[in-house]
């Protein structure tokens, strides 16, 4: 039975890919996401098992096609949730928005119907560790990664302020082998309402606080993320995310787009240029 190689091939290239500049998914990874739409949309459902995690009751899909197969994750929440606005689309929202944008770290999502309802299919991603186990068991991260995952631990930041992902955790944000950054987990996203599209999630007056009420910051952030967002127009975000998104949410995104740039320029003014932009 043939399995897909891409993690292996991953995993040999990334050494030869300088860690300050590499995309979080490789370039083989990423030239082949049309395919792994294409089989996440089409491949037989050889079995499936309760993930046993999270609020949201998700499901481990087992897929083959063509001789191969690979893992998913299934999920459908739908409007409130232990308080909390649920929807499966934002996981595909979030995919597509981060194509647009290159950040290429969310994995590839589709909408798939599964038991007779329909939802968000998500490609299995491969990983050593979440950051919950690094933190619950102290494991060290390798001294000539720290810069590059510090400046991930950053763009995250900016990524979810700009969509509003209320719900980042520790255990929704993967490591590989060779320590690129995945995040999954967006069924929280494109808040549009109340503050969600008057402040940002992270910075000087995020909505996310610290325990000791200071907030979380995004100290730099890569000059080419910055460049990308300027230019996002509202119907560019539509022809990428399609029905997946309100028109409401969508401008809400450029809301926050807007105050992400202007808190990053005020950064720029009191820290120089070379201090937040890499």
């Known amino acids: 039975m043939k399995r897909f190689a891409v993690p292996v091939v991953g995993i040999l290239l990334a050494a030869a890919v300088p860690p300050a500049v590499r995309a979080q ?3 083989n990874e990423i030239a082949q996401r049309p395919a792994h739409e294409e089989f996440l949309r089409t491949a037989e459902i050889i079995r499936s098992e ?23 994750a299934w999920k459908n929440p739908q409007g409130l949730q232990l308080g909390f606005l649920e929807g ?17 770290m969310v994995p590839p999502a589709v909408e ?3 038991q007779g309802k329909p939802g968000a ?10 950051l919950l186990k690094i933190m619950d068991e102290g494991i060290r991260i390798p001294d000539e990664v ?6 991930m631990k950053w763009l ?7 969509i509003a992902n209320e719900d980042r955790t520790q255990q929704n944000i993967l490591y590989t082998e060779d320590w690129r950054i995945i995040l999954f987990d967006h069924s ?6 109340g503050e969600f599209a008057k402040r940002l999630m992270f910075g000087r007056d995020g909505i996310k606080k610290q325990e000791n009420g200071n907030p979380f910051l995004f100290r730099r952030v890569p000059s080419w993320f910055v460049d990308r967002i300027k230019t996002l127009t509202y119907d560019e975000i539509r022809g990428a995310v399609g029905t997946t998104l309100t028109d409401k949410e969508i401008k809400a995104i450029l809301v926050r787009r807007d105050l992400l740039l202007k808190e990053i320029a005020l950064m720029v003014r009191e820290q120089g240029r070379e201090a937040v932009l890499w």
């Open 112 to 114: 798939r119907d599964f």
């Open 50 to 72: 309760e993930i046993g995690e999270g609020v949201t009751k998700p499901y481990k899909l087992y897929l083959r096609k063509d001789g191969v197969e690979l893992k998913a």
């Open 25 to 27: 998914f490789l370039p």
């Open 88 to 104: 499966w689309q934002y996981e595909i929202a979030a995919y597509r928005l981060d194509k647009l944008i290159g950040l290429n």
């Open 156 to 162: 995250t930041r900016a990524w979810d302020s700009l």
């Open 121 to 130: 299919l998500v490609l299995w991603a491969q990983n050593k560790y979440s």
């Open 146 to 151: 720290k810069d590059h995952t510090e400046k």
């Open 188 to 193: 929280r996203a494109f808040r549009s309402e």
